[in-house]
């Protein structure tokens, strides 16, 4: 017992000289509403695992190797806190308070890291750990049980009132073991039974992460034999739609075996998501140093020299000098700048000969972060396309934005929705000039069927910098 107290009061000394005893007054302010009554309150603790080091080794180590059990220290101190500042009259439990630490960082050893690539998936220590990785799919917002209340069907039972039987979330737990019918009273042993009209709901997504070398994949280099497995995550509440397809993040998570008879799924409830970006060494030779400076006098000579030069293994030099500039263009310019907006140009090649040209976009392509792809359908299948769905491809070459169509009964409910995805990359399109005379009658989209539709080796190349949002 001394020990639980000990740590209780490492836990408010860390709460008070962090500012978290401030964040919780004003954490509890919404609370405060009369008209809000519930049987759970949510309250996010953020947790700096070396400061707390620092006020006690114990609660420290706990934190990072027990998170339930920190868990259980840090709610029963805020409860304590709020009770004794009485910021919210209408908690009279301490089961009523349902606390959600929030780690900033975990140390940065290896046995705080788990690589996606080569990580064990068997039962381990249920603690915090971080990795990184690729988005590759994700859901839409769900609801889920954050928390209900049960009341004793014994009249005679103190605990067929009150808030003293609350169920709340934890990490790898199911639906089923937040609301289910198979409870007992703790102190009578009779059933429970929930009053459905405190069940507080929140927010779920789940994301598919995968190790930053399945990109390699994508490259135009010579693609490995090498499979890598995606793991799931559970996003909940303030993270969802926190991440996007196609880019990179580092998360803190809890590993947690998910139990849905008889299978059973190994994913990771996330604590925290973070962009993140890997360290590629980017070094510019000393020869291109050195001829970016003899040029600097002229706002050309630099990019002239460059394109003419560019390639020199699959074209001789001088030759498609417009097609090579354009496509060191493209490649500079995709990328994302700080307010999250997305830079691309686009390029259209319409040749006689598509053989160098084919062979410069593929080369070019090497030199791309990634750069999938694409072989669409022959020129008679475009032929007889609809005008609705050529429209649909226009709107998402201006747009940069494609849409996708969720039906409400798939997922059992009666409202269908459409989601919006940004088309974060620049489309490279190559085709022969002759072919745009073989689309008669159809002159009004004959240049939009030129930009989608190739017939020659390949169609459509969309190289990308930094996201990959293509659905």
């Given at each position: 017992?001394?020990?639980?107290?000990?740590?209780?009061?490492?836990?408010?000394?860390?709460?008070?000289?962090?500012?978290?005893?401030?964040?919780?007054?004003?954490?509890?302010?919404?609370?405060?509403?009369?008209?809000?009554?519930?049987?759970?309150?949510?309250?996010?603790?953020?947790?700096?695992?070396?400061?707390?080091?620092?006020?006690?080794?114990?609660?420290?180590?706990?934190?990072?190797?027990?998170?339930?059990?920190?868990?259980?220290?840090?709610?029963?101190?805020?409860?304590?806190?709020?009770?004794?500042?009485?910021?919210?009259?209408?908690?009279?439990?301490?089961?009523?308070?349902?606390?959600?630490?929030?780690?900033?960082?975990?140390?940065?050893?290896?046995?705080?890291?788990?690589?996606?690539?080569?990580?064990?998936?068997?039962?381990?220590?249920?603690?915090?750990?971080?990795?990184?990785?690729?988005?590759?799919?994700?859901?839409?917002?769900?609801?889920?049980?954050?928390?209900?209340?049960?009341?004793?069907?014994?009249?005679?039972?103190?605990?067929?009132?009150?808030?003293?039987?609350?169920?709340?979330?934890?990490?790898?737990?199911?639906?089923?073991?937040?609301?289910?019918?198979?409870?007992?009273?703790?102190?009578?042993?009779?059933?429970?039974?929930?009053?459905?009209?405190?069940?507080?709901?929140?927010?779920?997504?789940?994301?598919?992460?995968?190790?930053?070398?399945?990109?390699?994949?994508?490259?135009?280099?010579?693609?490995?034999?090498?499979?890598?497995?995606?793991?799931?995550?559970?996003?909940?509440?303030?993270?969802?739609?926190?991440?996007?397809?196609?880019?990179?993040?580092?998360?803190?998570?809890?590993?947690?075996?998910?139990?849905?008879?008889?299978?059973?799924?190994?994913?990771?409830?996330?604590?925290?998501?973070?962009?993140?970006?890997?360290?590629?060494?980017?070094?510019?030779?000393?020869?291109?140093?050195?001829?970016?400076?003899?040029?600097?006098?002229?706002?050309?000579?630099?990019?002239?020299?460059?394109?003419?030069?560019?390639?020199?293994?699959?074209?001789?030099?001088?030759?498609?000098?417009?097609?090579?500039?354009?496509?060191?263009?493209?490649?500079?310019?995709?990328?994302?700048?700080?307010?999250?907006?997305?830079?691309?140009?686009?390029?259209?090649?319409?040749?006689?000969?598509?053989?160098?040209?084919?062979?410069?976009?593929?080369?070019?392509?090497?030199?791309?972060?990634r750069g999938p792809v694409e072989g669409f359908a022959c020129w008679e299948i475009l032929a007889v396309t609809k005008r609705t769905e050529l429209d649909a491809i226009q709107s998402v070459l201006e747009s940069c934005t494609v849409s996708v169509f969720i039906p409400g009964k798939k997922y059992g409910e009666d409202a269908d929705q459409q989601l919006s995805f940004p088309v974060q990359c620049s489309f490279w399109a190559l085709t022969e000039s002759t072919d745009a005379s073989r689309r008669s009658g159809r002159a009004d989209y004959a240049i939009l069927g030129t930009a989608v539709g190739s017939i020659?080796?390949?169609?459509?190349?969309?190289?990308?910098?930094?996201?990959?949002?293509?659905?």
């Amino acid at each position: 017992m001394a020990d639980i107290l000990s740590l209780k009061e490492a836990a408010l000394v860390y709460l008070d000289r962090s500012g978290g005893l401030q964040k919780l007054v004003e954490d509890c302010k919404p609370f405060s509403d009369p008209g809000q009554v519930e049987a759970v309150y949510r309250l996010c603790v953020s947790v700096n695992p070396s400061d707390v080091i620092e006020v006690d080794p114990v609660l420290g180590d706990c934190v990072l190797h027990n998170p339930l059990a920190a868990t259980a220290l840090f709610k029963s101190v805020c409860f304590l806190a709020i009770k004794t500042l009485s910021l919210v009259e209408k908690i009279h439990t301490e089961s009523q308070v349902n606390v959600i630490l929030k780690l900033t960082h975990l140390p940065p050893f290896p046995e705080y890291t788990l690589d996606l690539c080569s990580f064990p998936r068997g039962y381990g220590p249920v603690r915090p750990v971080s990795m990184e990785g690729l988005v590759i799919a994700l859901t839409r917002v769900t609801k889920y049980t954050q928390g209900a209340r049960f009341l004793c069907v014994n009249d005679d039972c103190p605990c067929s009132t009150g808030f003293h039987h609350i169920r709340v979330h934890a990490p790898g737990a199911t639906e089923s073991a937040t609301v289910g019918n198979n409870f007992s009273c703790m102190i009578c042993s009779y059933p429970l039974k929930e009053d459905v009209k405190f069940r507080v709901l929140g927010d779920k997504q789940l994301v598919e992460l995968i190790h930053v070398k399945a990109l390699d994949g994508l490259s135009a280099y010579q693609q490995s034999s090498l499979r890598y497995q995606s793991v799931t995550l559970f996003l909940r509440d303030e993270l969802c739609n926190s991440m996007r397809i196609g880019r990179l993040y580092r998360v803190l998570g809890i590993p947690a075996h998910v139990h849905q008879w008889p299978s059973i799924t190994w994913s990771v409830e996330a604590n925290s998501v973070q962009p993140w970006e890997p360290e590629y060494p980017h070094k510019v030779s000393a020869s291109f140093q050195k001829l970016l400076k003899s040029t600097a006098g002229s706002p050309w000579r630099f990019s002239a020299v460059v394109a003419h030069f560019f390639g020199s293994d699959v074209a001789p030099p001088g030759l498609y000098n417009t097609l090579k500039l354009g496509l060191l263009l493209s490649l500079v310019q995709t990328r994302s700048d700080e307010k999250d907006t997305f830079h691309n140009l686009d390029l259209l090649v319409v040749t006689t000969d598509t053989l160098i040209p084919d062979r410069l976009m593929m080369y070019s392509l090497a030199l791309a972060c990634r750069g999938p792809v694409e072989g669409f359908a022959c020129w008679e299948i475009l032929a007889v396309t609809k005008r609705t769905e050529l429209d649909a491809i226009q709107s998402v070459l201006e747009s940069c934005t494609v849409s996708v169509f969720i039906p409400g009964k798939k997922y059992g409910e009666d409202a269908d929705q459409q989601l919006s995805f940004p088309v974060q990359c620049s489309f490279w399109a190559l085709t022969e000039s002759t072919d745009a005379s073989r689309r008669s009658g159809r002159a009004d989209y004959a240049i939009l069927g030129t930009a989608v539709g190739s017939i020659t080796t390949w169609c459509c190349i969309a190289h990308l910098k930094h996201g990959l949002n293509v659905q």
